[in-house]
């Protein structure tokens, strides 16, 4: 009879009954020996991981079981891809692994005896218990220090580009990784994500890493149940797909098959470390009781396709082969399920009763960790080094001419002064990105730092998930990345590494797990000579949406090196992750108010004056322009030479002025901020991002939060997208709209 819908029910009484149907054989293989004939996998190896097996399916039982009564709030499952199991064994438990989340049978085969406490940490997930001991309840996810599982909520492969990254960083001959030399990294993802840009985008990349004779020891697991929730991968597509890759070495095998997996999985890890080259392992499974607790397959899955994949049942399968090797009876194999079961269903019932995060300040406290005693020091104990020992070396990278001795810098100058100096302070910063080598970057701004560092500035192919990637996998191996982002327009198809990826590690690791990065993108408009809404961007709501992200712009040469080493410290010392965002339009720039003037400029801070020069995250600077207390103008940006100019006029009027560069756009300055608005009553927001959902709004809701009540305004640039050429000046903020909105409120 056809099953038209899989239930835990069904499950069970389908593998007792197939169970009890099968015959055992008159002769019995030793368990030493192999489970059968032509498989290296023992019968005694086979035993362990069907208890892994038998525990993954009463996981998903018991989550099930959870949900009925509204205690479970997690229950897309590992039923059907329990052969994942053999995976874990053909690995080492010092390889780094990065899994899909239908890989219980991997995570408790790696956890290994006692079972029970590696289950017991999948259900407090499960029912988000704070005393889960990877996120802390913060989710349900697989990971745990201790096993080397790199903790991923993805659910669209987007932690692919991170394992391309991690397996990068382990082949570095300079190397930082606290995993053995030989290590492989695996990263498992389901065959739907092959379809999606950050697999393919990861599947390129370790394939243009192979092609060039990069070092990569990559195994990516794709867990193939043919089905995309409710829709079903076409026929041999994925296979098509994985094999058509160039520099992926293809193996298949029968995922629910313990025996045939653990051989093809044990086949390809030895590939992969001896070669030190990626491949990829395609594993053949079906998915059991639909895609989650909530799901009704049998609205869009045929009875005959049901019935099809409970024939497959991997459970089932096992028993089976342990069973024709002599190595239990039908009976015996019954009852370890049932006994499995049983300590599952205990061990559920134990974790309902424990606590939950109690607050807010629970939840958000592994996102950013904030130490900036801790950063100061760090950016001290540099200055000292390059002031002390390194005092000759810093002589010779330089050629000699010190940067504080060659009078003042643009910001390019200055920004590519303090990487140089960062690369010479942070032996493990990786500087890297398109065009950033060679080139020395469109602008200029990392000119000479391949001459000077080698390998550790390097260029990359041409994809921005694979730049972040990179990021994101070389911080777990001990660097610590500072990957640029050639224009902010193009961050846009990446931003998900960010929200999703680094920005979520620590909150889902509970700080075991830590992203350093510091991203440098190029960014915001006013290019003159060079436009078009590619090159000339200034939408930055999705950069400030992403909790515990740091958004830094320096406007001016002065602010830009200390706001960057302390990104650089803050990265190293806490882990966080920064975005520096670097106005294009003012690289160059030399002059303030008139042709000539050089006021824009500023001479480079020698290592005696960083520690005194050390701007905090979230600290704003205020320029006095004539008495000061007629008007506060809170900009950033382009927008601080902007008002910097329009004050002076004012000045000259009689109304003076403060104007406050905010410099972090998140965390915002809100104590500075609302202080030096209150010491005028009166704020104009000068604001180079689109009026809605730009920066202006979220700093009008800092002001109303702090408590003022004086009189505000803001010009902002017009809801649109960036022309090429004159036509740009309609749009964005000019000298005219932030005079003529000063003039507005001064006339109040």
């Keep these: 009879m056809l099953v038209r819908v899989t239930t835990p029910q069904n499950l069970d009484e389908r593998f007792r009954d197939a169970v009890s149907a099968m015959d055992s054989p008159a002769d019995r293989r030793p368990p030493g020996e192999a489970v059968r004939d032509g498989s290296a996998l023992t019968g005694a190896r086979a035993q362990e991981l ?28 590992s039923s059907g891809h329990e052969g994942n199991a053999a995976v874990a064994a053909a690995l080492r438990p010092d390889d780094p692994a990065l899994l899909h989340y239908r890989s219980a049978g991997f995570f408790l085969a790696r956890a290994g005896e006692p079972l029970v406490d590696a289950a017991r940490d999948v259900l407090r997930g499960v029912v988000a218990s704070a005393l889960e001991p990877i996120a802390g309840g913060r989710h349900k996810v697989f ?12 659910t669209i492969a987007s932690h692919l580009p991170r394992a391309v990254g991690l397996a990068y960083g382990l082949s570095r001959a300079d190397r930082a990784a606290p995993w053995p030399e030989d290590a492989v990294v695996v990263a498992s993802f389901g065959d739907a994500s092959v379809n999606h840009a950050s697999a393919t985008a990861a599947f390129n990349a370790a394939g243009w890493y192979d092609h060039l004779g990069t070092k990569l020891p990559l195994l990516l697991v794709c867990e193939d149940n043919g089905l995309g929730i409710s829709v079903p991968s076409p026929a041999d597509w994925v ?40 491949a990829v392992l395609h594993l053949s499974m079906v998915r059991l009781m639909g895609h989650a607790g909530a799901d009704a397959e049998v609205a869009y899955r045929t009875a005959e396709d049901i019935a099809r994949d409970l024939d497959r049942d991997p459970l089932i399968s096992t028993a089976r082969l342990l069973v024709a090797a002599g ?20 061990v559920a019932e134990e974790v309902l009763g424990e606590p939950k995060l109690a607050s807010g300040a629970e939840v958000v406290t592994p996102l950013a960790a904030r130490r900036p005693l801790r950063v100061a020091r760090h950016i001290a104990d540099a200055a000292d080094r390059a002031a002390g020992a390194g005092a000759a070396a810093r002589s010779r990278t330089f050629g000699g001419k010190l940067p504080e001795q ?73 660097y610590l990345p500072v990957p640029e982002i050639q224009y902010l327009a193009y961050l846009h198809n990446a931003e998900d590494q960010l929200r999703g990826e680094a920005a979520t590690l620590s909150f889902f690791s509970s700080g075991a797990y830590r992203n350093p990065l510091v991203v440098r993108v190029a960014g915001l408009a006013y290019q003159q000579s060079f436009g078009g809404h590619f090159h000339n961007d200034n939408s930055l709501a999705v950069l400030r949406d992403v909790p515990g992200l740091v958004l830094a712009v320096p406007a001016r040469p002065a602010d830009a090196a200390p706001m960057l080493r302390t990104c650089l410290a803050a990265a190293a010392v806490d882990g966080n992750v920064s975005v520096f965002l670097e106005p294009i339009a003012l690289y160059h720039m030399r002059d303030l108010y008139a042709d000539g003037d050089d006021e824009w400029l500023a001479p480079y801070a020698g290592p005696a004056e960083w520690g005194t020069g050390h701007v905090p995250i979230g600290r704003a600077r205020t320029y006095p322009v004539g008495d000061a207390d007629a008007l506060t103008i809170v900009t950033y940006g382009n927008g601080l030479r902007m008002s910097l100019r329009v004050a002076a006029r004012l000045a000259e009027q009689g109304y003076g002025s403060r104007v406050v560069d905010l410099r972090w756009l998140s965390p915002l300055p809100a104590a500075d901020l609302v202080r030096e608005a209150t010491a005028t009553g009166r704020v104009l927001i000068v604001d180079e991002t689109r009026r809605s959902g ?17 009189a505000a305004r803001r010009v902002a640039s017009a809801d649109s997208l960036i022309p090429l050429g004159p036509a740009a000046q309609h749009v964005l903020v000019g000298e005219d709209a932030v005079t003529q909105g000063a003039q507005a409120l001064l006339a109040r």
Excluded: M
Aim: with cysteine; aromatic share 8%; charged share 25%.
């Design 50 to 77: 069907f208890e892994a097996q038998l525990a993954g399916r009463h996981l998903d039982l018991a989550a099930r079981w959870l949900r009925s009564f509204n205690e479970g709030f997690y229950t897309i499952g």
């Design 143 to 154: 990971g745990r220090a201790d096993l080397h599982i790199i903790p991923t909520t993805s």
């Design 239 to 278: 296979a098509t797909t994985l094999r058509s890759r160039p520099g992926l070495r293809y193996t298949a095998a029968d995922g629910c098959d313990l025996a045939a997996t653990y051989d093809a999985a044990a086949e390809a890890v030895a590939w992969v470390r001896e070669h030190r080259r990626p």
């Design 327 to 346: 190595l239990a009876e039908p009976a015996e194999l019954i009852s370890r399920y049932d006994e499995v079961g049983w300590r599952i269903r205990k």
């Design 406 to 478: 060659a009078g003042p810098l643009t910001l390019a100058q200055t920004i590519n002064a303090t990487l140089t100096d960062a690369l010479l302070a942070e032996p493990r910063a990786l500087v890297y990105g398109e065009d950033v080598a060679r080139k020395g970057g469109v602008y200029g701004v990392t000119k000479h730092l391949a001459e000077r560092f080698g390998d550790r500035v390097f260029d990359t192919l041409l994809d921005e998930t694979t730049v972040l990637g990179l990021g994101l996998g070389a911080g777990l191996a001990g």
């Design 694 to 710: 730009g920066v202006g709004e979220g700093i009008l809701a800092a002001l109303v939060d702090g408590g003022f009540v004086g």
